[in-house]
């Protein structure tokens, strides 16, 4: 069961029209700002509904040059 204020590792696998993350958890789709598709990263549920979880990323994947978030800003 989802909560406020856990952690989950996902994977995103899509951009929403707002440029969020979406990625998929507990069968419900799980919206996060600021990851891209094929990234994964701990995130913190912030808010859960019956239909959809919002989150925000708490720790990039291990393996991700943390760099590359920043080359195209600028």
């Known amino acids: ?4 204020g856990h952690q989950h590792q996902i994977d995103i696998l899509e951009l929403t029209d707002k440029g969020d993350g979406k990625g998929r ?5 799980l919206f996060v700002e600021g990851l891209l598709p094929g990234e994964q990263a701990l ?32």
């Open 25 to 29: 958890l507990f069968d419900r789709p």
């Open 1 to 4: 069961m989802p909560l406020v």
């Open 43 to 74: 995130v913190e549920l912030t808010e859960v509904k019956p239909n959809y979880l919002h989150g925000k990323l708490v720790e990039p994947d291990p393996g991700e040059d943390p760099g590359h978030r920043c080359a195209g800003d600028g």
